[in-house]
């Protein structure tokens, strides 16, 4: 990620700030509602908790970035005043965005967040509606950059699996199978790879049924080949009930049963076995970009989002990794019935 670069000030004065103030929710609602107690009226909190998982993170990161700036380090996400916020002050924090992070995409991203607990505060009637329209007029940061990420070619995934069969331990069999359902399946996300369970999964079909982004269900199928490295993993696994991947202990063979497999773990993988094969390094975002490209390439952009549980197309294109020599040859095949004049 891009270096912060030093504002010149933040928007609000520093001493402003650490005078007295309501809490920036408001009093807490006493009101009960099946014996449990409501949650305060915190715009922030409300904006995160209705954000998928796998976003939550980075969105708290982003609103925790903003809030120091804003304040000049003096309060975190949960403190800021967000209710408070501006047209000059949100413009301010565009300004800021947009020269902190030259990738447009990051900016945008902050931008989402501010945005996101904005309209919270809207919706509390926290924030005057004149100014959250007035807000919703400042513009996304312009710009593209080059796509990040790489393919993952034939010959590499190749080494990678004839390195993972002749290792042959425990941790190689579920590793090789959560690679080959991550670039089999049109593009399972991290967090759906780890969160994939044994009965949701339908051998005969070769498919999982899952819930992903959004709360959408969908059903992604393996290949053979990728049903056969799963096949290999769930021989060793067992019919336990419960999730697909699973933790091993430091002993490198006793699976451990009812847990989770932490994302980081996965992570951490892909780029060892990248070392022990000698290929250029690839996160498990990558193995997702492979399989969008292929899905692409074999079918269409429109079952390309399908497969990928993906609302638009133009995000499903923007995970498109081909090669410019995969472009020619597409080009290439595109027929025109054109005929010469006849020599002569």
């Given at each position: 990620m891009p270096v912060e670069t030093a504002p010149e000030s933040p928007p609000w004065p520093v001493p402003a700030l650490a005078e007295p103030q309501v809490t920036p929710g408001g009093p807490p609602i006493e009101t009960r509602l099946d014996g449990g107690p409501l949650a305060g009226r915190d715009p922030a909190t409300l904006y995160l908790d209705g954000l998928a998982p796998s976003g939550r993170r980075s969105q708290r990161a982003a609103l925790e970035r903003i809030a120091r700036w804003a304040s000049g380090g003096a309060l975190g996400w949960r403190e800021f005043p967000w209710h408070r916020v501006r047209y000059q002050h949100a413009a301010r924090i565009q300004g800021w965005l947009r020269d902190a992070y030259p990738a447009p995409a990051t900016a945008n991203t902050y931008r989402a967040a501010l945005r996101g607990v904005l309209r919270q505060c809207w919706l509390?009637?926290?924030?005057?509606?004149?100014?959250?329209?007035?807000?919703?007029?400042?513009?996304?940061?312009?710009?593209?950059?080059?796509?990040?990420?790489?393919?993952?070619?034939?010959?590499?995934?190749?080494?990678?699996?004839?390195?993972?069969?002749?290792?042959?331990?425990?941790?190689?069999?579920?590793?090789?199978?959560?690679?080959?359902?991550?670039?089999?399946?049109?593009?399972?996300?991290?967090?759906?790879?780890?969160?994939?369970?044994?009965?949701?999964?339908?051998?005969?079909d070769r498919a999982f049924r899952l819930v992903g982004k959004g709360n959408r269900e969908r059903k992604v199928w393996l290949s053979e080949q990728a049903a056969e490295a799963l096949a290999d993993w769930l021989r060793r696994r067992g019919s336990a009930p419960g999730y697909v991947f699973l933790p091993v202990a430091r002993d490198r063979t006793t699976i451990l049963h009812g847990r989770r497999l932490a994302q980081s773990t996965l992570r951490e993988m892909c780029a060892r076995r990248a070392r022990q094969v000698g290929i250029p390094h690839f996160s498990p975002h990558d193995l997702r970009r492979t399989s969008i490209s292929r899905a692409i390439e074999l079918s269409d952009l429109s079952t390309a989002r399908d497969l990928a549980g993906h609302v638009h197309t133009d995000t499903t294109a923007g995970y498109d990794r081909r090669g410019e020599e995969s472009r020619r040859a597409a080009a290439r095949r595109l027929r025109v019935p054109y005929a010469g004049r006849p020599a002569g």
């Open positions: 509390l009637g926290q924030l005057p509606a004149e100014e959250w329209q007035r807000i919703q007029t400042i513009g996304r940061v312009r710009g593209t950059r080059l796509p990040r990420g790489r393919n993952l070619e034939d010959e590499e995934l190749a080494r990678l699996f004839a390195h993972l069969v002749a290792e042959g331990t425990v941790v190689a069999a579920r590793d090789a199978a959560a690679i080959a359902v991550m670039v089999s399946s049109g593009g399972v996300r991290l967090d759906e790879l780890t969160g994939l369970t044994l009965d949701g999964y339908d051998p005969g």
